[in-house]
């Protein structure tokens, strides 16, 4: 087997309700120093009206992984192999021309800082009309009353006298409801939210989320939340996928990935968000050691130079995603998280003092802390709620 072939994923998991089927999708730039695997045989498929999160560190992939499947620009110097079937339809290879009428009527997204969707010299009312007369073929004054309408929709107070104005004039929270209204102004079937609420604080994160998921459940939309925060997905996706040097490392419905991770690197994922006895954001220590090298992926398992359990076969032989017990639910880990083999490699490296696993052993988690590490993150996220303010 060539390497290419060993790290190539499968999908097991596609079905006829499927409205996005991604097979191994492969987005490579090619610069001076060689060639970056941003996203490298990446394989999943989403049903009609499921929320999917993706996480993973910053460099993780998740940005071009979203900008490959909806076909966005990704630079001249990529190249994307692979299969995206949107509901039927290959995107791979579609001419830019069928793909625009997609964007916003079949596929659209929400990007991190609305201000780069936003134009900062135009009002808000007329980049929702110019959007919407684009791709419907609604008269002006129609266009302001569904502007007006999808305003509201997304809980902007006063949208008549918002429609007036400026980005500038607005809250990063308001400007983001803008993006989102903008997003969902032709009725999407499918919309992607990479990272929506980073630059937003913490309050109005939990308001943007919950908006989000209820436009998604009311909508009977499909969504790809993006974030490297796995408490942003806690109880507001159907399923996760972990990303790691451009590939998943974990799948699993979501409730399933809480209960029983089993890739080391969704426990350090976790491990970095608030924990039980400290619930004021208090942030533990990010993961130890740097994210791989894309152009040059360490042999093997591409996260044994930062995992606690690492043992020789990690460093020789890359690990495949296969399925778990729990339905739904694959890993690609030699000595998975909570199996006999984990706790034997985790106390040999101790043993050995090995660096990697020093440094974690002062925050790993119990499996029971993980459990309510969840409960805490979707208590939390209930106490904030959608309050109604509007920030
Ligand atoms: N045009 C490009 N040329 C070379 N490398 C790129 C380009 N765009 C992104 N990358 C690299 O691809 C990797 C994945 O990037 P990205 O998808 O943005 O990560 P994430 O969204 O998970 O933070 C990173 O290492 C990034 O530097
Ligand atoms: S135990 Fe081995 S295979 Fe599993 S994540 Fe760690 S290095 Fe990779
Ligand atoms: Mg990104």
């Not at 308001?174 to 969902?184: D, E």
Request: charged content about 20%; glycine content about 8%; overall charge negative.
């Amino acid at each position: 087997m060539t390497p290419a072939e060993t790290m190539t994923q499968t999908n097991p998991s596609s079905n006829s309700d499927s409205l996005l089927v991604v097979d191994d999708l492969r987005t490579h730039f090619h610069v001076d120093a060689g060639i970056v695997k941003a996203v490298d045989g990446v394989s999943f498929s989403l049903e009609r009206g499921t929320t999917l999160g993706i996480v993973g560190e910053s460099g993780s992939g998740k940005t071009v992984l979203s900008r490959s499947i909806m076909r966005l620009n990704t630079g001249g110097n990529a190249v994307t192999t692979g299969s995206v079937n949107y509901d039927g339809t290959e995107l791979v290879g579609l001419e830019p021309k069928q793909l625009k009428s997609m964007w916003g009527t079949e596929m659209a997204m929400v990007f991190q800082d609305p201000m780069t969707s936003l134009n900062p010299v135009v009002k808000i009312g007329r980049q929702i009309t110019e959007h919407l007369r684009f791709h419907l073929a609604v008269s002006r004054q129609e266009a302001k009353r569904l502007g007006i309408e999808l305003l509201r929709s997304v809980r902007i107070p006063e949208p008549e006298a918002r429609f007036n104005t400026y980005p500038h004039q607005l809250s990063g929270g308001m400007r983001q409801r803008v993006s989102i209204a903008i997003a969902l102004a032709c009725g999407p079937r499918i919309l992607f939210a990479d990272e929506p609420t980073t630059a937003l604080d913490v309050t109005v994160q939990h308001q943007i989320l919950n908006l989000l998921r209820f436009q998604q459940r009311d909508r009977f939309m499909t969504m790809i939340l993006v974030t490297h925060d796995l408490g942003v997905v806690a109880g507001r996706t159907d399923e996760i996928a972990v990303m790691y040097a451009g590939k998943i490392v974990e799948k699993a419905p979501t409730k399933s990935l809480f209960r029983t991770l089993k890739h080391p690197y969704t426990e350090a994922l976790l491990a970095s968000i608030p924990k039980v006895s400290n619930p004021k954001h208090t942030r533990l220590d990010a993961i130890a050691g740097r994210p791989p090298d894309l152009i040059n992926p360490p042999t093997g398992c591409s996260f044994s130079p930062r995992c606690p359990y690492a043992q020789a076969k990690c460093f020789e032989q890359e690990p495949t995603l296969v399925p778990d017990a729990d339905p739904g639910h694959q890993f690609a880990c030699w000595y998975p998280v909570g199996s006999a083999e984990n706790a034997e490699a985790y106390e040999r490296n101790l043993a050995n003092e090995v660096p990697a696993t020093l440094a974690a052993a002062g925050r790993l988690l119990a499996t029971e802390e993980i459990v309510d590490t969840e409960a805490m993150v979707l208590a939390h996220v209930d106490s904030e709620g959608d309050k109604g303010a509007m920030n």
